[in-house]
């Protein structure tokens, strides 16, 4: 009978593991594969092809103009010299510029873009979380969790704040990535 009593006992804390589920999934073998990621990074790889395009073009323009500037310098009367140097340096801010909004422009949509389909992701996998009863999944590439199940899983904010000391209702800081 304590045998018994003692297999069962082992045993129970088994059983009610097997109830609780935990998942993961890792994002970078996911996202890779997906079309929206596909067909994002062709539309970015368009987009910094044209800019590219755009300011080769000017770097050729302000190229030129400065050898025929250098070509000339020396015969120029000094009005005129002044006003090409001039035209010189506001060809290359624009080129900087033109260079740095490209570079902006670009990030941006990289972002939008990837935010976009990562937020696809997480809402597929809260309802995989919901559905399948899951508690937690964590995404393995990452180390985030990237569902929790309020419902299945216990809040031990509070708790912690009292073990830290902290009374009152202090500002909610979200940790970052």
Known sequence: MKKFLLAILMIAPLSIM???????????????NMKEYTAAQTEIQNMQ??????????QDELQKKYEDYQKEAANLLEGVRLRREQELNELGQRYQQ???D???????????KMGAIGELVMTVVKK???????????DISTGTISFV???LSTDITE?????????GNATSVTPTK
């Open 18 to 32: 097997a109830q609780v589920k935990f998942a993961h999934f890792n994002s970078a073998d996911i996202i890779p």
């Open 159 to 167: 708790l912690l704040k009292k073990e830290l000391g902290i009374t």
């Open 149 to 151: 199940n309020s419902a």
């Open 49 to 58: 092809k044209q800019y590219e395009d755009d300011l080769k073009l000017m």
């Open 102 to 112: 490209s570079q902006t422009a670009l990030q941006k949509a990289t972002q939008e």
């Open 98 to 100: 033109s260079l740095q």
């Open 128 to 138: 995989i979380g919901e559905n399948e009863g899951y508690i937690y999944i964590v």
